[in-house]
């Protein structure tokens, strides 16, 4: 099925023509060129692409924090970008998790998840319900009154992904949320990042840098050569859900990595 045939009510996020220059002249750098990418409501998707490719950069103009030079993002039809304008309704239902977990250090885990909600304006009481709520989903129950240094880096980064979930978000950008973790810890915690989305209904855009963790986590992988970020393979991850972690033991799992490596390694020729 190709992009465009997609029916368009299931449609949450649209990408048309999505080209980034950052400067001018003889120090222009092109980040993206002409990207094309629409997601269904609902859908995991990971982008996959060696470092410097723009990675970072697609997400922070889907999430309404950098201007696109040329082309278009759509979130439920509303476009995130007029012009070099965001539009605040578009950027609504949109939540982003950063590689470091930028928690602010004099909050407790509680204040710091409940700081998006605390900014929408939603009172104090129920807030504080809601983060708590959320905390327990992530796995957090009974570290809501810890502050960020008196937690595990692990720790810390549930608490990142708890603060994005806080606002029911309908799209959620992760920008490589796990890299830094030992391997352990980031398949636990992958593990319940699935079933956190799979619950919440989110259209998910995770960027990262391990082929086995876009494997096991998405519906599909789009595959980006080195810069400027060019889209050069999609491909679709047809294991059912729910998944465990046996499922990276199996040989089709096993030949699915392969494969997206060799279609990594054909982009950056
Ligand atoms: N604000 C900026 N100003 C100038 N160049 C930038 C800026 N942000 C990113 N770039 C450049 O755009 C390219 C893509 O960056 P980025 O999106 O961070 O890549 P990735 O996340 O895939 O590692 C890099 O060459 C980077 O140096
Ligand atoms: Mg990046």
């Known amino acids: 099925m190709s992009d465009l045939s997609v029916e368009a009510e299931a449609v949450e996020v649209s990408i048309r023509g999505l080209t980034k220059i950052f400067g001018e002249g003889e120090g222009a750098v092109t980040a993206i060129s002409d990207a094309d990418l629409i997601l269904q409501r609902g859908e995991f998707l990971s982008l ?36 070099h304008k965001r539009s605040k309704a578009a950027t609504k239902p949109i939540s982003m998790m950063f590689q470091e977990a930028r928690l602010f250090p ?85 593990m319940e990042l699935m079933q956190v989305c799979a619950r919440a209904d989110v259209t998910t855009i995770l960027v990262t840098h391990s082929i086995a963790e876009a494997a096991f986590l998405s519906d599909r992988v789009v595959v980006l050569a080195p810069r400027p970020a060019r889209i050069t393979g999609v491909e679709a991850i047809p294991f059912p859900r729910p998944r465990s972690l046996d499922l990276q033991r199996q040989t089709e799992f096993q030949d699915m990595v392969a494969h997206l490596r060799t279609a990594l390694v054909g982009g950056a020729e």
Do not use: Y
């Not at 959320?134 to 009974?142: D, F, H, M, Q, S």
């Open 48 to 83: 996959l692409g060696p470092s410097g490719c723009g990675k970072t950069t697609l997400l922070r103009i889907v999430a309404g924090l950098e201007f696109p030079t040329e082309g278009s993002v759509d979130v439920r039809g509303k476009s995130v970008w007029n012009r």
């Open 106 to 190: 004099w909050f407790t885990v509680a204040q710091n998840v409940a700081l998006p909600l605390r900014v929408a304006g939603m009172p104090k009481a129920q807030r504080i319900e809601r983060a708590h709520e959320i905390c327990e989903t992530v796995g957090l129950a009974g570290f809501e009154n810890h502050r960020p240094a008196q937690l595990s880096g692990g720790m810390r980064q549930r608490a990142s992904l708890a603060r994005a979930l806080v606002t029911d978000p309908q799209v959620l950008l992760l920008d490589e949320p796990f890299g830094a973790l030992d391997a352990m810890t980031r398949d636990a915690l992958n």
